[in-house]
C-alpha cells in the first residue's frame, strides 16, 4: 500500500460515545508493541487502540466539529505512523535515588517520566539524549534542580533533517558556564558524528518555556537545513518546523492544490513562520508576502528564500491582522490567504481582516478543529463559504488532528 494511502471508514459503524478522559467507549484493540510508559507519559493519548481506529476516532471528530460547514474528506494516514518527529526534547533532572534522569514531563504536572527510547520520537535524537546523560558524571555536570534552583542542564533539543541527515543538538542551561564545553562537544561527536551543529541556549528564569533568548554556537554553522516539497529550508533553535516531515509534504501539497494558483495570483502567508508554505507557493504564484510576529523566524525565512533562488516572496516581521487591515486601507488587494494559526485560533481582528482585504480565497490549516470550527463561523457569517475540508493525520497515537481547508468568497 502507498505511503499516500487515504483510512476508508468502516461502513456500518458509527462514532462511539466519549467516555471522561475523551477517547471512545469501544473494544481496545491495543498496538502489539505497545509503548510501556503508556499511562506514566501521557503524550499519546489513543495509543489504547489500533491505528486505524485512530484514524476512526479523528474524522469522527472532524465531522462532529467541521461537517455543519461541509462533507469532511477521508483522512490522511501514515503508512509507518511511528518514529516521524524530527524534533525531540528532553527534560533533565535527578530521581529520588540521586540519579540523572531524562525524559519527558508527565501530562499537567513537572514530574519527569524517565524515557530512552519513545515509538514516536526519532530514534537518532533519542540516542543522542542518552548519550548526554551518561556524559554528564564524568564531565561533572549537574542536572538543574527547578526546586532548588542548583545545577545546570535544564534540556537538550535534537532536530534532524530527515531530508539532509543534519543533526542540531541545543544544550540548555540555567547559566552561561559549562565547564569544559569544547571537550563536552568533542566526547559527544566522537560517539554521534552525525551532529552537524551544537547549540549552548541559556535559560536562567523560572518559566515553564525550554529555550530563552541567550545563545552560543559550540559546533557547526547553528542551524541546519532540510528538503521539503522541493525547498531547501533553514532550520534554527527557535524557528517552527513542522514535526512530521512525511505528512507535512501531504498536508502542504493539498494546501497548494487548494489555493488553485495559476501564476498570477498574490499571495498572504499569514503565521508565516521560518516561510515553508509561502515558498512552496511562490513557484506557482506572481508575489508572496510573508508576515510573521518573531523575528528569528523571518530570518530565517529571507535567508530561506535567497537558498532557494526564490526572487517574488517578501517577509515581514508584524501582526498579521494589522498588516492586513494597512493592506487593505492602502488599497493593495491579496487574491490568496493562506494561515496556519497556533493551536488557539486566529482572533476577532485577524479574522475581520481578512474580510476587509477581500480575497477570493482562504486556505486555513489547523492544528486544532475546535478553534477552527468557531473561526469557520465568524467568516461564513461574513461572506465566505466553507468548500473542502481535508483532516491529515500529523501525530499518530495522540489526539490531535490537523486539516487543510478552502474558503472562498
Not at 35 to 55: E, F, I, S, T, V
Not at 253 to 273: M, P, Q, S, W
Request: with cysteine.
Amino acid at each position: 500500500m502507498s505511503d499516500r494511502r487515504r483510512y476508508k471508514r468502516p461502513a456500518p459503524e458509527r462514532p462511539q460515545p466519549q467516555n471522561p478522559d475523551g477517547l471512545p467507549e469501544t473494544e481496545k484493540s491495543a498496538e502489539p508493541d505497545r509503548c510501556p510508559l503508556y499511562r506514566k507519559c501521557g503524550g499519546c493519548q489513543l495509543q489504547n487502540m489500533a491505528y486505524d481506529r485512530q484514524l476512526h476516532w479523528k474524522q469522527s471528530l472532524c465531522e462532529r466539529l467541521l461537517g455543519k460547514f461541509h462533507s469532511v474528506e477521508p483522512i490522511l494516514g501514515m503508512e509507518k505512523p511511528y518514529h516521524y518527529r524530527n524534533k525531540v526534547q528532553a527534560a533533565f533532572g535527578v530521581s529520588r535515588q540521586g540519579q540523572t534522569i531524562s525524559g519527558v514531563y508527565q501530562s499537567s504536572t513537572h514530574r519527569i517520566v524517565p524515557v530512552s527510547h519513545c515509538m514516536i520520537e526519532d530514534e537518532t535524537a533519542d540516542a543522542i539524549i542518552v548519550t548526554i546523560r551518561g556524559l554528564l558524571k564524568s564531565f561533572r555536570i549537574r542536572p538543574y534542580d527547578e526546586y532548588t534552583g542548583t545545577g545546570l542542564l535544564r534540556h537538550v533539543l535534537v532536530k534532524r533533517g530527515f531530508s539532509s541527515g543534519q543533526v542540531m543538538v541545543v544544550l540548555v542551561t540555567a547559566t552561561p558556564i559549562l565547564p569544559a564545553k569544547n571537550r563536552f562537544v568533542e566526547a559527544l561527536r566522537k560517539i554521534h558524528p552525525e551532529i552537524t551543529t551544537v547549540i549552548q541556549n541559556v535559560n536562567g528564569k523560572f518559566t515553564s518555556l525550554v529555550l530563552g533568548e541567550q545563545e552560543k554556537v559550540l559546533f557547526g554553522p547553528g542551524y541546519i537545513e532540510d528538503t521539503l516539497c522541493g525547498c531547501v529550508f533553514r532550520i534554527s533553535a527557535k524557528s517552527f518546523y513542522q514535526i512530521n516531515p512525511v505528512q507535512t509534504e501531504k498536508l502542504y501539497g493539498r494546501a497548494i492544490e487548494l489555493a488553485a494558483l495559476t501564476g498570477n495570483e498574490t499571495v498572504i502567508d499569514a503565521y508565516c513562520g521560518i516561510g515553508t508554505i509561502g515558498l512552496i507557493a511562490a513557484r506557482h504564484a506572481k508575489k508572496v508576502i510573508g508576515v510573521e510576529l518573531n523575528n528569528d523566524a523571518v530570518r530565517d525565512a529571507i535567508a530561506n528564500a535567497r537558498r532557494n533562488g526564490i526572487q517574488n516572496a517578501r517577509f515581514y516581521c508584524a501582526d498579521a491582522g494589522q498588516f492586513l487591515v494597512d493592506m487593505a486601507d492602502s488599497g493593495e488587494q491579496a487574491d490568496v490567504v493562506m494561515m496556519d494559526p497556533p493551536r488557539a485560533g486566529s482572533d476577532e481582528a485577524f479574522l475581520s481582516s481578512i474580510v476587509r482585504l477581500s480575497p477570493a480565497r482562504v486556505v486555513y490549516i489547523s492544528c486544532n478543529p475546535e478553534t477552527q470550527a468557531r473561526d469557520f463561523t465568524y467568516l461564513t457569517r461574513s461572506g465566505y463559504t466553507v468548500r473542502h475540508i481535508q483532516p491529515v493525520d500529523m501525530f499518530p497515537h495522540t489526539n490531535h488532528v490537523e486539516t487543510v481547508c478552502l474558503l472562498s468568497k
